[in-house]
């Protein structure tokens, strides 16, 4: 068991990583100033895996358990699903001192997160990610949201967890195509680590894909003390933490046009991080072996570097939905060199089309 800890003064907290934490978690929520109501959420398939066994630890440790069940996938990341836990949580009497308890992936983590910010003005919330992806990145640094038709992370809040609790054990029941999607995050942060971080995952690429243990672990300790660097500096997103958005422009009009369902959130980061790499050859000089290492990269992983099936036209008028827009500018997260992103507003946007064209194809997928 290591820790890796979220230095943000009185909101600061442990990403515990390890094996068997179900019972780690409950006992911290145990020795807490917690109220003895908590509420659960999760998604179905985790439900089927997981639920049961999270649920008896707590109940072992005194807790009265309210449980809300959430469909798989994106689509529960919705005002209407918060809506069903905000019932639930009234139903239940939870009150302020009652921890909303996030169990899987992103989707749940964020959705549970975000009621936990506005039920009663804010409850504590704990993160159990089960994906790859959340372990890495959404469970780490208090970004919670729900999505609006018009675009990804629309309805959100800075709400930062009380704990995470990544158990590494079980990253092994994640399907092929959910585990390379949790690779992309970790491939999108070696870019803005730099320091021989896409050698490393270049070695280590054999072991990664055996889901060897020792492996991940040390990549998710390593991603999270890279994000708690960033979100130490920059907790509201007002300077460098945007650089975690590197491939996301593109990536989220990709996964908003593939409506949330053709590509995963880490196949269009995937996709998204090649056309971020390449309007950097053009506008902040990197050197084109880069984005061929990334590329070969993102391939060996499994993972797409073109989207099929998305319309270029609508997927342009979608990236202007970017929360990173402001003043009818779009802003881009460009890589100089690994280990060197900046910030551009003035990428002309015949460019951004050029390139958007190149990844999309209007074919069948
Ligand atoms: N808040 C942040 O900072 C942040 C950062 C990155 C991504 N995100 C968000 O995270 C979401 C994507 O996360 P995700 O990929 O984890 O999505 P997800 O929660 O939908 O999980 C992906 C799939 O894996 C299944 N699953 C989960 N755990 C499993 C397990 N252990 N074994 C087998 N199947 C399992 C789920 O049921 C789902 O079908 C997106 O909505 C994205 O916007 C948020
Ligand atoms: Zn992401």
Redesign the pocket.
Known sequence: MRAVKIKLGKRSYDVVIGHDLFTAAASFLQKGDYSKKALLVT????NR??ADKLADALREAGFALAKIVVP???E??SLAWAEKIYDTAIEGKLDRQSPFIAL???????LT?FAAATYMRGVPFIQI??????QV?????????V?HPAG??MI?AFHQPDAVFADLA??????P??YA??LA?IVKTACLEGGGRLDFLAEQAGRIEERDEEVLSSLVAGACAYKAKIVEDDERETGVRMF?NLGHTYG?AI?TEGG?SLY???EA?SIGLRGALLLSGEFASLAPQVTTKVSALLEKFHLPLKASGIDPERAYQALWHDKKAVDEKLRWVLLKKPGDALISKDIPLLKVREVLAGLVENGKH
């Open positions: 998604d179905s398939t985790v895996l997981y798989s996938g994106e529960a990341k899987g992936g992103g989707v749940p983590g964020d997160g990610p089960t994906t790859l992806l959340a990145d959404a469970s780490v640094g208090g970004k919670v949201a999505n990804k992370n959100g079980s990253l092994q029941s994640l399907s195509r959910d999607s949790g995050e975690l989220h996964e949330f995963t959130h880490g980061v």
